[in-house]
Every structure is written in C-alpha cells, then in structure tokens.
C-alpha cells in the first residue's frame, strides 16, 4: 500500500482533458513538501514530467499541468493525445518515514 | 548531457547479496546540491525509493530496507554503488538510478538510467 494513494486508471477521449489525483496526508504533502509528477511509457524508464508541484521541464509540453492544495496534488492533461498513454507516478517526500515516497501509479488509457 | 546506466547481475539467488552500479556522464556529484539515488520496480508495479546519496557524501535509505542496504560513490570514476543483501524473489525488479538535488525532502528525478532487471530465483 502507497503511502500516496493515486486512482489505478483513468480514461478518455483524444482532445479530451483527465486529472490524475495524488492523496497524501500531514505527514508527505500537508507538511509541505513538493510534489513531482512522472510519465513511464511502456517498457521505459520514468520521466520527469512536472516538478516542485507545478514547474515543468524544459521540452515538456504545455498541455501538462500540476497543482497542490492541503494534502493532495493534480497533474491535468489537456488536449489527449495518443501518445500520452502511459503509466503516471507522483512523489513526494514523508517526514515520518524519513524518505522518499513514490504513488501507486496511474495507468492513462486514451480511447 | 547526462547519462546514466546500470550495470550488474541479471539473476541473483536467494540470500545472496546484489551489488549494483550506476555509471554517469554529464554532471559530477563533487557538485554542490547533486546527488543519486536508486529505484526500483518489480514488474507490474509502482516505483519503490531505496536509497539516495549526494555530493557530501551523505547518505539516506528507505525505512523498511535501511538494515539490508549500502550505497557509496566513487567520485573520480562517476560511479554510485548499491549493495543489497539477503536477497529474495520479492525483491526481483528492475532497478533504475536517477540524478537528483540535494536531499530526499528536496529531489526530484531529472535524468535516469533505463534500468537493470535483476530477477532472484535458485
């Protein structure tokens, strides 16, 4: 069991927009700490796709977005597109564990 | 450009001790704030933090493995080593190591390697 809990799918349409939710609690993203966001196509490693819960890397594309609020985050994709079919992971940083933490994963399935 | 690439045995027995290592190009982890860590994935399933170490030579593991891991650097040859001992078949996985800044409560994973899978069976 994660200690951040994400949904295990979502879907939708091309054109489309999903969020993917990221649930933590006091102790990871109530306390403060940021939240990163990964996308892992098949068969691939992680990439980093949204840092310090809302930055985006140089090259990623403008349709991806994340936002934090209390104890949860959101990466929101609009425009869905084919290609963005892919595993997501968020990750933050637990106080009580003294350690990184990673989500259980969201598998985005575009129809 | 930074690279990163794992290296080690693809099959391991139980109780055994893997030993794992991470080759980088790119950066320098005698840098102020650079640090590596490794990740692990067993198949099918979500990304698992074991352990991190920066440019200070600090180190940091997760909680439920700190007793079985080791992680050291060597600076000169770009390279970060994992030790894992006591090896079990849950442990088979695919394992990544990743740039990182500074500490654990600060890092994000900008750049990763594409992974070793190490499977742990007699």
């Known amino acids: 069991q994660s200690v951040l809990t994400q949904p295990p799918s979502v879907s939708g349409a091309p054109g489309q927009r999903v969020t993917i939710s990221c649930t933590g609690s006091s102790s990871n993203i109530g306390a403060g700490y940021d939240v990163h966001w990964y996308q892992q196509l098949p068969g691939t490693a992680p990439k980093l796709l949204i840092y310090d819960s809302t930055n985006r890397p140089s090259g990623v594309p403008d349709r991806f977005s994340g936002s934090k609020s209390g104890t949860s985050a959101s990466l929101a994709i609009t425009g869905l597109q084919a290609e963005d079919e892919a595993g997501y992971y968020c990750?933050?940083?637990?106080?009580?564990?003294?350690?990184?933490?990673f989500g259980g994963g969201t598998k985005l399935t575009v129809l | 450009q930074v690279t990163l690439r794992e290296s080690g045995p693809a099959l391991v027995k139980p109780t055994q001790t893997l030993t794992l290592t991470c080759t980088f190009s790119?950066?320098?982890?005698?840098?102020?704030?650079?640090?590596v860590s490794w990740i692990r994935q067993p198949p099918g399933k979500a990304l698992e933090w074991l352990a991190l170490?920066?440019?200070?030579?600090?180190?940091y593991y997760s909680t439920s493995l700190k007793t079985r891991l080791s992680i050291s650097k060597d600076t000169s040859k770009n390279q970060v080593v994992l030790k894992m001992t006591n090896m079990d078949p849950v442990d088979t996985a695919t394992y990544y190591c990743?740039?990182?800044?500074?500490?654990?409560?600060?890092?994000?994973?900008?750049?990763w390697g594409q992974g070793t899978l190490v499977t742990v069976s007699s």
């Open positions: 790119g950066f320098s982890l005698s840098t102020s704030g650079m640090s």
């Open positions: 990750q933050s940083y637990d106080s009580s564990l003294s350690g990184v933490v």
């Open positions: 990743a740039r990182g800044y500074s500490g654990p409560a600060t890092s994000n994973f900008d750049y």
């Open positions: 170490i920066d440019w200070d030579d600090d180190k």
